[in-house]
């Protein structure tokens, strides 16, 4: 396993002809759309797939195994041939940005990389999700891992996300912080964000006005002499040759910011083989040492992406025991789930989940669930109508019954204000 893959350094220009041919075909020659203010984007991200209207209208969609469609043939093309599952994310003017598997890639890990693309486009300003769809932004997830020569050439088209480099909640690997399956999802999803939406310098999309502010961060975090390059500065730190790759392509500063994010989010703190982040070439390795060491890019990183990671994050079938999304230098995987705040245990094991101190939105699985929220406001979402439940309570703790077989089951409740059903909103 390539420990040192740093993700794909070869895609951006690909990306940028990509991008051009599309426009070109589809005839738009009008200047990218210049988003507002992001901070009147919508605040929490939303499943813009699950199309179901709930009569509560407080209840929070999510997409699940069902949405994928397991029949790649009518794609025509590479998509057909090599890939054997697609699920679409539909953006705001109505078109997809799709997510192509190959049968090594379990459900799951294909869930994951949707929750971390709804993540970002439901932070960004609409403009961005649109004009990704627009210039055909496709994620491809081939089996096995980056560059291991298993994948044709011609299937590696659109943004490229190894199996063996999906790292989904709750997962073996991620439990373990298994850094031979380091998770390149948040990094790779990214820079398909970021090539086809949001824009770089020498390609600008729909957000030119973010595309500086990261170009920046990131000569910030280079000295100024390029033959200082990987020995001094915030980034890049031994990797002189690399930069240099780089910076013929075009991508230094799309590789600079992934960085910065992955290290915000916690992906970087359990590994013990060199400080920072990214196997060593980033400075800072938690959001704490982002903050003091790399402080534009964390003026950055800031100022688009929230604190904490809104989407739905499905934990994965195969986990046993609870769950913990408060951090524990015990269970290093707590160091990447303490930035988590909506879950939904998957499958039918009698799991737990243990809440942090952010307004959590939990869902239990199909077997029997102790689920406590912790502190703040918190919400259990079960899937059903309240008519078909029992609820009880005695002293702190709610026991929730669903009538209907292999759904909810029972599941024991504690710290939970509110009790979400399809048709309304119980306090217990
Ligand atoms: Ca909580
Ligand atoms: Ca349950």
């Known amino acids: ?39 009147t984007s919508q605040a929490a991200a939303a499943s813009p797939k699950a199309t179901t209207t709930y009569a509560n209208e407080s209840y929070v969609g999510f997409v699940d195994v069902q949405d994928i469609v397991r029949d790649t043939s009518a794609l025509g093309g590479p998509g057909a041939k090599y890939y054997t ?31 971390v693309l709804d993540f970002y486009l439901g932070n960004l300003p609409a403009e961005v999700a649109s004009k990704m769809a627009d210039n055909q932004a496709t994620l491809v997830l081939p089996n096995g891992a980056d560059r291991d020569g298993g994948t044709p050439q011609e299937a590696l088209f659109g943004q490229n996300l190894h199996y063996a480099e999906i790292v989904n909640v709750g997962s073996a690997w991620y439990v373990g912080s298994d850094y031979e399956h380091r998770d390149a999802t948040f990094e790779e999803v990214f820079h398909m964000v970021h090539d086809y939406g949001i824009g770089t310098t020498t390609s600008p999309q729909a957000y030119p006005e973010l595309a500086g502010r990261i170009a920046a961060a990131q000569q910030n975090a280079l ?19 690399w930069l240099k790759e780089l910076s013929q392509e075009g991508s230094v500063e799309q590789e600079y910011i992934v960085a910065a994010i992955d ?18 070439m980033y400075v ?15 003026e950055v990183v800031t100022s688009f992406l929230p604190t904490h990671i809104n989407s739905w994050m499905r934990v994965d079938p195969a986990f046993e025991g609870t769950f ?37 939105l939990l869902m ?11 502190t703040g406001t918190n919400t259990v979402q079960l899937r059903g109508a309240s008519s078909e439940y029992t609820i009880s309570k005695e002293g702190d703790t709610v026991t929730v019954k669903d009538s209907v077989p292999d759904r909810d089951g029972t599941d024991t409740l504690r710290n939970i204000q509110v009790l979400r059903f399809t048709d309304q909103d119980i306090t217990p």
């Open 324 to 360: 913990q999304m408060s951090r524990d230098p015990a269970q290093p995987y707590t160091f990447k789930s303490q930035y988590l705040t909506r879950l939904v245990l998957t499958g039918s094991n009698n799991t737990g989940v243990q809440g942090n101190d952010q307004d959590n």
């Open 263 to 280: 290290s915000y989010y916690g992906l970087w703190e359990a590994y013990k083989e060199a400080p920072g982040g990214m196997w060593g």
């Open 364 to 374: 239990g699985n199909a077997g029997e669930n102790v689920i406590d929220g912790s």
């Open 284 to 298: 800072a390795g938690t959001r704490q040492e982002v903050k003091e060491k790399d402080p534009k890019g964390y």
């Open 223 to 241: 000295p100024a002499k390029q033959d200082e390059w990987g020995k001094k500065g915030l980034w890049g730190l031994g990797s002189a040759d």
């Open 1 to 39: 396993m390539a420990k040192r893959t740093r993700g794909t350094t070869t895609h951006h220009k690909a990306v940028a002809y990509a991008i051009a041919v599309s426009a070109l075909l589809a005839g738009a020659c009008q200047a990218p759309t210049t988003p507002g203010d992001p901070s």
């Open 85 to 115: 599952k697609y699920l679409d994310y539909t953006a705001p003017n109505g078109k997809p940005i799709r997510i192509l598997a190959q049968s090594e890639v379990t459900d799951e890990q294909m869930l994951y990389t949707y929750s």
